[in-house]
């Protein structure tokens, strides 16, 4: 047999694992996207939203009418306006029975809690003309005290940014696992340990700061709209945006269309959707509001804030006895979709892959005058790692131990698995020893130990570290029993159909609303080995509540668990009923039908064949079917996981420290990770590049910093830094597989797996590198002012010196000049 | 109002616009050339980028005046026809090849300032083609298999086989 011959009688390759090239990009290339800004409709009117420059005040008067009379405006409206019909942006999660809740008006009424938030609209035929009107739109503030600091927030007598509640706790969360039955008493194991450790740890804020802009488009169709939005969320939107306006669900289609990124940053439904729809209702015209960059990063939900109390306690020979969290988590003004619930997921994790016997987690969600937090890239689970793998460190400094031996002698062995934690989750499979060997190599680990020696001997003023940040999450978000248990306000399964178009091409429709992850690409895939169809004859559609209209959309690394699931479920039904009318078709018994490659066979009987896309045609002409079936093979299923998946990893560090000006720099970066079954090698690829990206972020570059005024001093590009190609190493990644066992794919879920694994390993590697020095914390993101400070100053390096950004300096926005006080808007260095 | 007359993407065209209108805003709104976007407001993103005479400049820093007499190139101009895969610039191609991108909002800014940059240095290192992209944020890719797109694209334009760091057995 020759070459060709055999490659010919070969069965067509597994698309599962192949490194397709995507089908998105053909579009995104060449510049033919449907971004919603993109969107003109006739007679559409422009949006621009007026905002607080101020924190904290009462409304005590607005004056639109110059505004009313400018060029091209068609009206203003107030809070005042739409306060009978705005109702409340929703919140899906009230973690404790008796959480406080405020209420979150789209648009203030009578008092601003935050810088950025919405106090007057301007609705005009062009968005310049909107714009410029905003400036003559005069609001008299009477100023109240703003609440920035957490610690200060919960202190006694502390003012409240909220008058007419209590205190400025929303909740108590408590987990505890003595209590639970998952574990033993938490207090009676720190009260026999041998060594405690403990540490206070702060995440900062950060900003999703997605590429492209929140934007939305309302068309009113008679009693119908239909809103274009740059949303991760369509499905949830749509039940949301129904509940809080009152207009029906069924006259409401949500489609998001092209979406520029989202990182968690648009599973939100935005004061600005509200206000659309409901100013879209009032006026009968098409509406768009598509805002600047520094309302998004002023306006949009923030991610993270926390400041984390961790105790761990161990005997002297390194082996973990218990873990006490308490965490403050910072809620911002409001609580907005899933505001009191991304630190309640997040105690769950903190554990991580060690095998305490005793956990307590507690947790105080706190309201401050700053703009509400939400989802951002792994919601709960990098706060979690980041404190559980730094305090690994610090346990490991208290009993002179190699931190990474102190991290094997209290993993989870693999051959443990199925293993319940402390926290009460079934951690499905993996080998931790495994993917830590492979980093190791992968980083050339022993070469630059040997090195950092060196350095620290000859007393380089470059110092060397290595950090290890050795993590696992909860992904396939998720059991809906489970949700209902956290008191969530939903389910988590996912949704898809699978019509057979009689030319044989499939179109397969997702409830998982993809925002650059690929989904059209991976779905293929899955549904071209299933039903043993070309790849190119797959068209996948999602994002349009008309066309998908169930789904529970994209976050939470749960697409390919969870959604790619239900594509597999109805996939195998479009099997099942194809091979009765194949049955038919062939005059033979189902049971003696054999299904390979797309194509029915009789077993036994040469050449008694018929492929899938002829029955699809078959049924579509419908003159010879089986009587007791319907004439079609199209399905829809919905899949509900189990269990969580749980990706896991080895994430290591190399970092160069100059001792003399306080610059870090990444040497090198090694990962491992495994997150089961890889269905595109090279989308996972580049979904753990990206997520690296922004875990390195947050311990290098970003933060959202408020003054003392509480105003937003990081509210641009200049000042808010996500980082450039410049800023960034190059990345070594590898991947064990051991397939999830919750889901017929194998897949574990890989969106957040770099941003939750790498923050710890970076600072653990700056503080390797200094620690002989005597510097035990260095606050986040590590500047070289901080860094420089903690090394010659000595303790974390304090906060950054806000006065001396750019948003003082002299870019200050329009939203805060001439209302700073002359302490801020002076700010110390002018 | 002032009147400009432009070449954008080998089209002429004549058009009254305000003298503040920004170049970006011209070719969206008044052109309808919606492939270059707007991502911040500063000039910090890169996602506006296009070519003025030959040379990448993000259009939201330039006003549609200043583009007076000049020829435009967007990201839609920059393929030989009608995007059909065969007639992709080679940048174009790269990116699709290697990975270099996700949501894609970027993705116009920074196919736009490659090229610039390949213009300037045919082959230049990954360091050379890290800093030259430092104007373009992408908040999706970690920018690494952008540098690998670059890369290709370099070896391809220069004749030369793919120089790139390749995704070994995925390549």
Redesign the interface.
Known sequence: MTVTEDAATLAPAKEVGQ?R??K??????????T?T??M?LPGMLHLAVVRSPVAHARITGIDVSAAQQAPNVVAVFTGRDLAEEQGSIPCAWPVTPDMVNPGHPSIAVDQVNHVGEAVAIVVGRSK?AATDAVELVDVDYEILPPVLDMEAAVAEGADLVHDQLESNTSYHFVFDAGEAGTGADTEQAFADAEVVVSRRLVQQRLIP?????RSVVVQPQGDNFTMWSATQIPHVLRVMLAMVTGVPEHKLRIIAP????G?GGKLQVNPEEVLALLLARRLGKPVKWTE???ESLMAAHHGRGQVQFIDIASDREGNVKGLRVRLLADMGAYLRLITPGVPALGAFMFPGIYKFPAYRFECDGVFTNKVPTDAYRGAGRPEATFAIERIMDELAVELGMDPLELRRKNWIQAEEFPFTTVAGLEYDSGDYEQATQKALELLGYDELRAEQQRRRESGDPVQLGIGFSTFTEMCGLAPSRVLGSLSYGAGGWESASIRMLPTGKVEVVTGSTP????HETAWSQLVADQLGVPFEDVEVLHGDTAVSPRGMDTYGSRSLVVGGTAVVKAAEKVVAKARKVAAHLLEASEDDLEFADGKFSVRGTPGATVGIQEIALAVFAAHNYPEDVEPSIDAEATFDPVNFSFPHGTHLCAMEVDTDTGMVKIRKYACVDDVGTVVN???V??QV??????GIAQALYEEAVYDADGNLTTG???DYL?P?????P??DTANTVHAAPGNPIGAKGVGEA?CIASTPAVVNAALDAVRHLGVSDILMPLTPERVWRAIHQGGDGGDRATAGTNAYGG?QTESTAGVSTPASSLGGDR | MTSINVRVDGMSYSDDVEPRTLLVHYLRETLGKVGTVVGCDTSNCGACTVHLDGESVKSCTVFAVQADGCEVTTIEGVSSSDGTDGALHPVQKAFHEMHGLQCGFCTPGMIMASIDLLKENPSPSETEIREGIEGNLCRCTGYQNIVRAVQQAAGEMSGSPAGADTLGAQA
């Open positions: 490194p090239r995507r998105e990009d053909a579009r995104l290339i060449t510049g033919r996207t971004w800004d993109n003109v310049a700061a997605f590429m492209e802009p092209d979406v520029g990124g990182f600047t960059r520094s925002h650059g992850q690929g090698p090279l989308i690829e580049g590049h990206g997520g690296l990206a922004q641009s590009f200049v996500v450039s190609a410049a800023d960034l190059h990345f770099g870019a």
